[in-house]
């Protein structure tokens, strides 16, 4: 399964972005689709994740400002990401669970296969 992560950007703190994820497969409806990021000297970090079936866990530092979702028809996740703090810059990846129809919260990166490219959100203060 090969991803492509889009949308980032520069933005003004207390901005919007949405970022997206496309990824090849027939049964990309069955993955579970994950986000993680990271900043500068720092460690990647998980973001959020949705399951196959619409469930969806969120870092605790982004709970009520970020959204995931997807698109199945699309092969397309997104990733929503609303009043941006100049600690969300980082580089965003998008990573794919390809084991079908599985649950669990899946906050490691050991527990995805398929990784994209990373795209850059920078949020100035």
């Known amino acids: 399964v090969q991803l492509q992560a889009s949308g980032g950007g520069l933005v003004q703190a207390g901005g919007s972005l949405r970022l997206s994820c496309t990824a090849s497969?027939?049964?990309?409806?069955?993955?579970?689709i994950g986000w993680f990021r990271q900043a500068p000297g720092k460690e990647r970090e998980f973001v959020a994740r949705?399951?196959?079936?619409?469930?969806?866990y969120y870092t605790d530092s982004v709970k009520g400002r970020f959204t995931v979702s997807r698109d199945n028809a699309k092969n397309t996740a997104y990733l929503q990401m609303n009043s941006l703090k100049p600690e969300d810059t980082a580089v965003y990846y998008c990573?794919?669970?390809?084991?079908?129809?599985?649950?669990?919260?899946?906050?490691?990166?050991?527990?995805?296969?398929?990784w994209g490219q990373g795209t850059k959100v920078t949020v100035s203060s």
């Open positions: 949705e399951n196959w079936n619409g469930d969806r």
């Open positions: 990573a794919a669970d390809t084991m079908p129809l599985t649950w669990g919260t899946k906050s490691f990166e050991q527990q995805y296969d398929s």
């Open positions: 497969g027939r049964t990309f409806s069955e993955y579970t």
